[in-house]
């Protein structure tokens, strides 16, 4: 009881992280087994962790990423249209990005279209777990608590979004606060602090609520063509050797934006203002212009 007290009292307070962090002007990157990516305009390289993050038990390590590498692999895995493909590259980047809110993503489309293997790669390269892909919870508590224990959520083959499970995930991709009692109390609280990565699929459009709309991105996928479909196991076995490549890829896009964001100037925010300014200097990084990814985003945000 005296050694607590001295912790809770006594002691600095340490911040916990989960997945990503940002200190002194630089990203840091959670590879797990004591290394992290540290990432600066200069620069990015792996270094022995020396800040803290949580280790959720469903976590796994990630693997050691190359300087050597392009994001655009992942297409190969894919199934999205080539007029897609920059904001999808776009959201999935910005996931890198601490402190600023993230939209929703949101697939859906016919059986076979490939909508649990976009959401499952996405998780892979973003924030790898043992669940891959999630069941929604039944209740509030429980989906505050999951979603608390992932940097990148993705809730699987879903038929329906209930009213108050709409109204948790429009706060926990732009930041909220949640509590529950603590359990044998009577009056302790646990509170979480998230602010997220989210992705939902289902065959039908899921999201009706204009709160959550406004934060979400759609993306309608058709059938895959028989014709270019493989077998699961050579795509995975595929993936995970590209994995390495596509990690040191995105980390050099993430060094090239974060030299031009200061230099971002849009006249007119969206909703998401924080994602649209990172993601137009994203868009300059991949060589791409800044304009074509925020004609791309309000086409998606009118649709």
């Known amino acids: 009881v005296v050694l607590e007290g001295k912790a809770i009292f006594e002691c600095a307070q340490i911040e916990l992280f989960n997945r990503i962090a940002k200190r002194e002007n ?3 990157y959670d590879l797990g087994k004591g290394k992290a990516v540290k990432i600066t305009s200069e ?8 800040i803290l993050f949580r280790r959720y038990s469903h976590q796994q390590p990630q693997l050691m990423p190359t300087t050597e590498g392009s994001p655009s692999r992942i297409f190969e895995y894919l199934n999205i249209d080539d007029k897609h493909q920059l904001l999808i590259m776009v959201v999935l980047i910005s996931c890198f990005i601490p402190d600023i809110p993230h939209p929703i993503f949101h ?3 016919p059986q076979g279209a490939g909508k649990t293997t976009l959401c499952r790669i996405i998780k892979m390269i973003c924030d790898p777990s043992s669940l891959e892909t999630l069941i929604p919870p039944k209740d509030l508590a429980q989906l505050v608590q999951v979603i608390a224990h992932h940097h990148v959520c993705v809730f699987d083959n879903m038929s329906g979004l209930p009213q108050w499970m709409s109204d948790i995930l429009a706060q926990a991709c732009t930041g909220g606060g949640f509590s529950k009692r603590r359990l044998f109390t ?6 979480y602090q998230v602010k997220r990565c989210i992705g939902i699929n289902g065959i039908n459009l899921l999201i009706s609520k204009p709160d959550l709309m406004d934060r979400t991105i759609l993306l309608h996928l058709e059938r895959i063509n028989p014709d270019t479909r493989i077998d699961e196991k050579k795509l995975w076995e595929n993936f995970r050797k590209d994995i390495p490549g596509i990690l040191g890829g995105i980390f050099n896009v993430l060094v090239k934006a974060m030299r031009n964001y200061p230099d971002v100037k849009i006249d007119k925010l969206p909703r998401m203002a924080d994602f649209a300014k990172w993601g137009y200097a994203i868009a300059e990084a991949l060589g791409r212009s800044g304009s074509d990814f925020l004609d791309a985003y309000q086409r998606n945000v009118e649709r």
């Open 26 to 28: 630089a990203f840091w």
């Open 43 to 50: 620069g990015w390289c792996v270094v022995d962790v020396p």
């Open 107 to 109: 697939p859906h489309g």
């Open 186 to 191: 009577d009056d302790d609280d646990v509170i």
